[in-house]
């Protein structure tokens, strides 16, 4: 299946202009009776070969990262040790020089992505703390969340590196999620005490559920700016945002249903009519952007309050049942009418505000 870098590459390459590469976006979005604006592709596989080869790397990486676990210094002796995070980045590098710079494989440039920055991250993170001592820091949890923080600002430096010479589209994502890191170590090391009392230990974590929360505020915006740029869907921009929604959604909605007390494992008939309250107010944010991981992030816990609700009525047997059908009916029901009732959410919006979301539809884009 053809990708929208894809088609990006074809027409800066002159395989195609630009207006037969709308008139086959068109076509095929005809044939599916669906805005292709709408369909939020991303590439995953470009075949049977990026499974073979993704699975002969992780082998690979596994191995080269075990016999690294045998090179000393070693934390705690027969603990891991730097140089096996190292020996997975360094060859994770060098197999992407090859599978992503010029096979350009989807599958496999995601898991050396990922391969590349937790090596980073490790050989960091163990690094440290074989150059500190695992003594010192077994009995300062302050010291700990610091290493954290820098084991992570080293791990967003190497995802910045990784982008500038490869542009795998989910590594700004990662290294987002690297910079969420760092961010959450440093306040956890400013309110970690060496005695803490069960309190303390509450406003903690309330500090870094809310911190969490701001946090994916503001990867969500960042992922708009990427949106924004790309309103048709049609290049690499449109990747990026995706994966960028994609770590955005579980730090927005965790931390808010946390904050409710939904974890705590009770839900009240009030919570869950919260909860589901929530879920309709994030189902319009995503149709608004065109983005379904708000939904998808958020679905285990709507399940969870429904199934309470449930229970609550008294049908105790078939509340998993009950939940599943009335969840899944919905969510099928939205995806078959998606386009219509994203015209229905974004057309009342403010001229400024629809501008700069996903065009509701790309014919007219072009034309214009």
């Known amino acids: 299946m053809y990708s929208e870098s894809d088609l990006e590459a074809a027409v800066a390459g002159g395989v195609m202009t630009p207006a037969q590469a709308a008139a086959f976006r068109n076509f095929v979005a005809a044939g599916q009776h669906s805005p292709a604006v709408d369909e939020e592709h991303f590439r995953l596989l470009t075949g049977f070969n990026d499974i073979f080869v993704a699975i002969a790397a992780a082998i690979l990486l596994v191995a080269v990262g075990w016999i690294g676990h045998y090179v000393p210094p070693n934390i705690d002796v027969d603990g891991p040790s730097p140089f096996s995070g190292l020996f997975v980045a360094a060859a994770a590098w060098g197999l992407a020089e090859y599978f992503t710079r010029q096979r350009r494989m989807a599958l496999p440039s995601i898991l050396l992505l990922l391969a590349f920055t937790g090596g980073v991250l490790c050989t960091a993170l163990f690094g440290l703390v074989a150059g500190i001592g695992p003594q010192y820091l077994d009995h300062n949890s302050q010291a700990g969340a610091i290493v954290i923080a820098a084991s992570a600002a080293i791990a967003a430096g190497g995802a910045f590196l990784h982008w500038r010479r490869f542009k795998v589209p989910i590594t700004i994502a990662v290294g987002a999620a690297a910079g ?3 961010v959450l170590g440093l306040i956890a090391s400013a309110f970690v005490t060496p005695q803490m009392t069960d309190a303390q230990g509450e406003t903690l974590k309330t500090v870094l559920l809310a911190s969490s929360l701001v946090l994916g505020v503001g990867v969500f915006l960042f992922a708009m700016r990427w949106d924004a740029s790309d309103p048709t869907r049609e290049t690499r921009r449109s990747d990026v945002a995706f994966w960028l929604h994609l770590l955005a959604a579980p730090l927005i909605v965790h931390p808010v249903f946390a904050l409710l007390g939904l974890t705590e494992g009770a839900a009240t008939t009030l919570d869950a009519i919260a909860v589901i309250a929530l879920y309709v107010g994030l189902g319009l944010v995503a149709l608004a952007i065109d983005r379904r ?24 047997k078939l509340s998993v049942a009950l939940t599943a059908l009335v969840i899944g009916s919905a969510l099928l029901l939205l995806s078959a009418f998606w386009t219509s009732a994203r015209r229905a959410v974004v057309t009342p919006l403010p001229g400024g505000l629809r501008g700069k979301l996903p065009v ?3 014919k007219v884009a072009v034309a214009a």
């Open 293 to 316: 991981a708000l939904l998808v992030s958020a679905l285990a816990y709507v399940l969870y309050a429904l199934d309470s609700l449930f229970r609550t009525y008294g049908a105790v």
């Open 360 to 362: 509701l539809d790309r």
């Open 180 to 182: 969420v890191a760092l």
